[in-house]
C-alpha cells in the first residue's frame, strides 16, 4: 500500500534561517505530489503541486520544492523563514484512483 | 466567491445520535471527499465520490455513509455517533488538476 511520511513531528526554526521539510512516499508509479500547509483552526492551503516536467517546483509565499525519483522523496524548502510561516505542514499524494494520501504533517515552530 | 461550504461549522452531539455533515461546492467539480483530521494522525479520507451518483470507501469508512446525488452536494452521516468520532471534518473537491478544501466542521461527540 502506497504511504507518506514525514519524518519529522515537530521542528524549530529560527527567523531568518532556511527551512527543509522532509516527505517521502512509497508508490509504485510517479505519483502526484503536493504540499499543504494549515494555520491553527483553519484549513487547508495548497504551497505547491507536481504532475510532471522540471522537478523543482515553485510555489506560494516564497516555498519551493524539489522532486527526487531516485529517492522516493518530495521536500519543502524556504531559505529564509518568516514568523508567520509558523504552521503545520502536510505532504500528500495522489492515489490511482484520485485520491489524497496525507502524511502526518510536521509542525513548524519559528523562535525569534 | 468560488469554493466549498460546510455546515455546521462545529457541533456537539451526544452518542447515539445521528447526525449530516454538509458539503456544497460551486465549481461543478466531479469529484469530491471527505476526510477527518486527527492530531497526530494527518488527515485521512473516509469516503469519495469521482462523479455524482457513484461513491466509493476510503481509508477509514465505517460509521459513515455519504450520497451524491447531484454535482454540488456530498453530504457525510453518521447514523449512530460514537466518541471516537469526534473529529474535524473537511469537505474536498477536484477537477483533475487540483484540490480544494472547504473549512472544516469540528465535531465533538460526547
Known amino acids: 500500500a502506497q504511504s507518506v511520511t514525514q519524518p519529522d513531528i515537530h521542528i524549530t526554526v529560527s527567523e531568518g534561517a532556511s527551512l527543509e521539510l522532509r516527505c517521502n512516499y512509497s508508490?509504485?508509479?510517479?505519483?502526484?505530489l503536493f504540499w499543504y500547509v494549515q494555520s491553527p483552526g483553519q484549513g487547508l492551503q495548497l504551497l505547491l503541486k507536481?504532475?510532471?516536467?522540471?522537478?523543482l517546483v515553485q510555489g506560494i509565499k516564497g516555498f519551493e520544492a524539489e522532486f527526487k525519483r531516485s529517492q522516493s522523496s518530495f521536500n519543502l524548502r524556504k531559505p529564509s523563514v518568516h514568523w508567520s510561516d509558523a504552521a503545520e505542514y502536510f505532504c500528500?499524494?495522489?492515489?490511482?484512483?484520485?485520491?489524497?494520501?496525507f502524511g502526518k504533517g510536521t509542525m513548524l515552530l519559528v523562535s525569534p | 466567491i468560488a469554493g466549498i461550504t460546510q455546515a455546521p461549522t462545529s457541533q456537539i452531539l451526544a452518542a447515539g445520535r445521528r447526525m449530516t455533515l454538509r458539503c456544497t461546492q460551486d465549481?461543478?467539480?466531479?469529484?469530491m471527499y471527505w476526510y477527518r483530521q486527527d492530531l497526530g494522525l494527518g488527515l485521512r479520507l473516509i469516503h469519495y465520490?469521482?462523479?455524482?451518483?457513484?461513491?466509493g470507501k476510503g481509508e477509514v469508512p465505517d460509521g459513515y455513509s455519504v450520497s451524491r446525488a447531484n454535482t454540488d452536494d456530498f453530504p457525510l452521516t453518521l447514523a449512530s455517533a460514537v466518541p471516537s468520532q469526534t473529529s474535524v471534518y473537511f469537505c474536498?473537491?477536484?477537477?483533475?488538476?487540483?484540490?480544494?478544501f472547504g473549512s472544516g466542521t469540528r465535531l465533538t461527540v460526547v
Open positions: 474536498a473537491s477536484s477537477d483533475g488538476r487540483g484540490y480544494t
Open positions: 508508490y509504485g508509479a510517479t505519483p502526484y
Open positions: 500528500a499524494v495522489e492515489r490511482g484512483y484520485s485520491t489524497l494520501t
Open positions: 465520490s469521482n462523479t455524482a451518483g457513484t461513491t
Open positions: 507536481y504532475f510532471s516536467g522540471d522537478t
Open positions: 465549481m461543478r467539480h466531479n469529484a
